[in-house]
T-cell receptor, first 110, second 113 residues
Framework: QKEVEQDPGPLSVPEGAIVSLNCTYS??????FMWYRQYSRKGPELLMY????GNKEDGRFTAQVDKSSKYISLFIRDSQPSDSATYLC??????????FGTGTRLAVRP | GAVVSQHPSWVICKSGTSVKIECRSL??????MFWYRQFPKQSLMLMAT?????????EQGVEKDKFLINHASLTLSTLTVTSAHPEDSSFYIC?????????FGQGTRLTVV
């Protein structure tokens, strides 16, 4: 079993839709949870960073962490074509070495 | 602005040759850097932890003699893929950690022909 499971997609939605991306993890020691966006042939860039359980909102993006069920989510409101990318969830027990999900490819249709 | 600079962004080499990838910290001194590898349609997998002034720590299954890591200064870590083979073709990314987040280089796409 992988430590972090993520549906690879692809996920295709119309512009303006609400997108829900999810990951599950197995290691109870994970306390840091991140979402990265990766455009083709580029390095990942951080979108959201959450420590422990709870919600965090930043503009159109909302990250949720439920440690009791080991489930993490990223919601994108009013999705735009420029949001089309691969979204990777990542976890860490110490905050430095990251364990990534496989990434979900998202396509937002104009 | 960029925190991490990685070079080259892409490289093609012949099988059997060696390739060096550089990762520079631009904004602060990094005692620890991380090297990841990403195969097509797969996630980033940690290869090794680069420690300034000491030996790198390799993840299970990563050959330390094949992937040489040098972290001679607080701002530079290098990964050398020795005797590269086509199966080493991948996207290599370095990372360093700040106070609250990890910063990634632009990545290096290595193609071994």
């Amino acid at each position: 079993q992988k430590e972090v499971e993520q549906d690879p997609g692809p996920l295709s939605v119309p512009e303006g839709a609400i997108v829900s991306l999810n990951c599950t993890y197995s290691n109870s020691a994970f306390q840091y949870f991140m979402w990265y966006r990766q455009y083709s042939r580029k390095g990942p860039e951080l979108l959201m960073y959450t420590y422990s359980s709870g919600n965090k909102e930043d503009g159109r993006f909302t990250a949720q962490v439920d440690k009791s069920s080991k489930y993490i989510s990223l919601f994108i409101r009013d999705s735009q074509p420029s949001d089309s990318a691969t979204y990777l969830c990542a976890t860490s027990s110490s905050g430095d070495k990251l364990t990534f999900g496989t990434g979900t490819r998202l396509a937002v249709r104009p | 602005g960029a925190v991490v600079s990685q070079h080259p962004s892409w490289v093609i080499c012949k099988s059997g040759t060696s390739v060096k990838i550089e990762c520079r910290s631009l904004d602060f001194q990094a005692t620890t850097m991380f090297w990841y590898r990403q195969f097509p349609k797969q996630s980033l997998m940690l290869m090794a932890t680069s420690n300034e002034g000491s030996k790198a720590t390799y993840e299970q299954g990563v050959e330390k003699d094949k992937f040489l890591i040098n972290h001679a200064s607080l701002t530079l870590s290098t990964l050398t893929v020795t005797s590269a083979h086509p199966e080493d073709s991948s996207f290599y990314i370095c990372s360093l950690t700040g106070l609250t987040e990890a910063f990634f280089g632009q990545g290096t796409r290595l193609t071994v022909v």
